[in-house]
């Protein structure tokens, strides 16, 4: 049977998403919202004849950075070259950008015959939420904050602007973001929302660690102390680490962060919380 590879609408992602839950990946209840208009040009599937095979997103932020995730083949057609092909055709949507992506450690190997290099490690943390609370002045919804502000405060942390990115993923339903402000700068922002087990803080971006624990903080008492929260953490970033274990939280998972030009020179000491692994 003929095997197609053409862009996924919007209603498509939803598969992909699904298939990302199988792999044990835990995505949030609302991401593809958001996944899809940073790029509705960056989602790729593979057919056999009608049926969905093989997907993967290569998102072009601008003509310098791009993502590269769920890249991802239904079980029974793995190891038929199905994979290689859809990557290879998603590639050319990102010509010049420096290409990004958190590979699983069995995949790293093959990352690299593709020509990207290993930056750093990044450690999924699994705790759980709190239903202690506590008032902070510093501590504002992120709606209070200017979005200009808030665009170019996260550009100092993540590797280019992603002003439409942050417009979709701060208003998304099931998420709480607020930021730590001091005489109405910014000094850090977060956001938590619902996965399809409990519950991510990502972004964590702060200018140090007592801000990123009173943001943590203020997230994790969001969602109330029955439930499970999750924090992707640069093991690179040490007061990171040393949040995360704070809080007695567990690693569960790893990924590799991987670049195929240099790796970007945003600050690490300020990323608490990675945004996601399938956008960076
Ligand atoms: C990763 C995955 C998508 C690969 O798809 P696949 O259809 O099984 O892979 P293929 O059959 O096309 O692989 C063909 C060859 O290309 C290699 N290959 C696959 N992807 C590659 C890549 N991105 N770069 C370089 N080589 C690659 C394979 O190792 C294989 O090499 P071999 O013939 O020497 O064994 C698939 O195994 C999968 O869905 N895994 C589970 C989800 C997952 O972990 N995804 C990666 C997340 S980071």
Redesign the pocket.
Known sequence: MDYKIRTATRKELDIAVEWAAK?GWNPGLHDADTFYLTDTQGYYFGFLGEEPIASISAVAYDQKFGFMGF???KPE?????????I?NEALKHLPTQNIS?D??A??QE??K??GFKLAYGNIRYEGKGSDDKLDDKNIVSLSQVQFDQLVSYDNQVFPTERRLFLQNWIMQPESLSVAFINERNILGYGTVRKCRVGFKVGPLFADNETIADALFFKLKSSVGGQESIFLDVPEVNKTAVKLADSYKMKPMFQTARMYTKEQPKNDLNKIFGVTTFELG
């Open positions: 792999e890249y991802i083949v057609y793995r190891g038929k070259g199905y994979g290689l092909q990557w992506l590979g699983v069995a995949q093959n990352y015959k593709s």
